[in-house]
């Protein structure tokens, strides 16, 4: 069961995220180099889903995003409030849980989604929330901009009033 669900979380994210839960993991792919070209995306899943890399990958508390690292703290929250998460898509839920060493609690909550969504319904799911998840992330990442520059303009001001105040002295 670990292994489909493995399966399943790993063929919903994009190269890049694959790559960098390859480079995480250390793992080996016959035929192509560290730091050469990628290879598919189906070639890494299958190393990937080798008994030893998916105990590194459990092991390994694979990051989101920052962002979602600080809004949710996956590993401490109950089955229901893991089912209540409407902006996140369940793969990026199971990750987390799967590499945060909570097998037990990304069974139940995959076995859950799967009974009430079917196959189907679990895929149409992570499509439409990864849609509202990376709108959330954008307006998230624009007001953490905002506020960067509002501090940059304090400091600014803070610099310039104080270049004033030693000028005014002497």
């Given at each position: 069961?670990?292994?489909?669900?493995?399966?399943?979380?790993?063929?919903?994210?994009?190269?890049?995220?694959?790559?960098?839960?390859?480079?995480?993991v250390?793992?080996?792919?016959?035929?192509f180099?560290?730091?050469?070209?990628?290879?598919?995306?189906?070639?890494?899943?299958?190393?990937?889903?080798?008994?030893?890399?998916?105990?590194?990958?459990?092991?390994?508390?694979?990051?989101?995003?920052?962002e979602?690292?600080?809004?949710?703290?996956?590993?401490?929250?109950?089955?229901?409030?893991?089912?209540?998460?409407?902006?996140?898509?369940?793969?990026?839920?199971?990750?987390?849980?799967?590499?945060?060493?909570?097998?037990?609690?990304?069974?139940?909550?995959?076995?859950?989604?799967?009974?009430?969504?079917?196959?189907?319904?679990?895929?149409?799911?992570?499509?439409?929330?990864?849609?509202?998840?990376?709108?959330?992330?954008?307006?998230?990442?624009?007001?953490?901009?905002?506020?960067?520059?509002?501090?940059?303009n304090?400091?600014?001001?803070?610099?310039?009033?104080?270049?004033?105040?030693?000028?005014?002295?002497?």
């Amino acid at each position: 069961m670990l292994k489909e669900i493995w399966k399943w979380v790993l063929n919903q994210q994009e190269d890049q995220q694959i790559s960098e839960i390859v480079n995480t993991v250390q793992v080996v792919i016959p035929g192509f180099r560290k730091g050469s070209k990628l290879p598919p995306k189906h070639i890494m899943i299958m190393q990937l889903l080798k008994p030893k890399y998916i105990q590194r990958m459990a092991n390994s508390s694979i990051s989101l995003s920052g962002e979602l690292d600080e809004a949710y703290d996956f590993l401490n929250m109950s089955d229901k409030e893991l089912e209540s998460i409407k902006n996140i898509p369940p793969s990026l839920i199971l990750l987390k849980l799967l590499s945060g060493k909570e097998e037990d609690k990304a069974i139940t909550l995959f076995d859950c989604w799967k009974r009430e969504h079917g196959e189907e319904g679990l895929q149409k799911m992570e499509e439409e929330r990864k849609t509202v998840m990376e709108t959330w992330l954008t307006s998230v990442k624009k007001d953490n901009e905002k506020k960067s520059l509002l501090r940059k303009n304090l400091r600014r001001r803070q610099k310039r009033e104080g270049n004033g105040r030693k000028f005014k002295r002497n």
